[in-house]
């Protein structure tokens, strides 16, 4: 599993859908290795929800279902562990929102969620957000990181080059 982070919430109206841009976290092993993202599309509700979750200082009046589940949890003792987008099949993805064992001798409860509504329950408890490796590679996006040193170095060798170009070039 990989740990990934809510890089981005777009906000589409109308028959478009929204999309949530998950990034692969920095490793601590190098820099300059490529960070993979995972887009995933969904409702305008569900990405306004899980913006909610991301800004909490934006508080609602009455406790819409994800609150009302986290309250729930709580209220029975336990506790969210981490939320796991474990699975893809073209176009849909599938998550788990895995809850904290209520005793010592119990295991790990894993609930069935869309990825959408685990995402909006991650961010209102804080728990981590993971990514099945399989899923990553075969849905993801990699981008390669640029430092701002090798942007510096690149302009520096794109404005040698205009400045040997003659209007002959052209």
């Given at each position: 599993?990989?740990?990934?982070?809510?890089?981005?919430?777009?906000?589409?109206?109308?028959?478009?859908?929204?999309?949530?841009?998950?990034?692969?976290?920095?490793?601590?092993?190098?820099?300059?290795?490529?960070?993979?993202?995972?887009?995933?599309?969904?409702?305008?509700?569900?990405?306004?929800?899980?913006?909610?979750?991301?800004?909490?200082?934006?508080?609602?009046?009455?406790?819409?279902?994800?609150?009302?589940?986290?309250?729930?949890?709580?209220?029975?003792?336990?506790?969210?562990?981490?939320?796991?987008?474990?699975?893809?099949e073209a176009p849909v993805f599938f998550a788990d929102v895995v809850l904290?064992?209520?005793?010592?001798?119990?295991?790990?409860?894993?609930?069935?969620?869309?990825?959408?509504?685990?995402?909006a329950i991650a961010t209102r408890s804080n728990a981590p957000i993971y990514?099945?490796?399989?899923?990553?590679n075969r849905a993801g996006s990699v981008s390669i990181p640029t430092t701002?040193?090798?942007?510096?170095?690149?302009?520096?060798?794109?404005?040698?080059?205009?400045?040997?170009?003659?209007?002959?070039?052209?």
């Amino acid at each position: 599993m990989i740990r990934v982070d809510i890089e981005t919430i777009i906000m589409a109206s109308g028959p478009v859908p929204s999309v949530v841009v998950l990034r692969e976290r920095k490793s601590g092993t190098s820099s300059e290795s490529a960070l993979r993202a995972l887009s995933i599309q969904t409702g305008a509700y569900e990405a306004a929800s899980i913006g909610h979750g991301v800004d909490a200082a934006k508080q609602t009046r009455r406790p819409i279902a994800h609150d009302l589940f986290i309250n729930t949890v709580k209220k029975l003792g336990s506790k969210v562990e981490r939320v796991e987008i474990n699975r893809w099949e073209a176009p849909v993805f599938f998550a788990d929102v895995v809850l904290a064992a209520t005793d010592e001798n119990a295991e790990e409860i894993k609930v069935d969620a869309r990825p959408s509504d685990a995402l909006a329950i991650a961010t209102r408890s804080n728990a981590p957000i993971y990514v099945e490796d399989d899923v990553m590679n075969r849905a993801g996006s990699v981008s390669i990181p640029t430092t701002e040193q090798a942007d510096a170095e690149e302009f520096e060798k794109f404005d040698e080059f205009v400045h040997t170009l003659s209007p002959d070039d052209f």
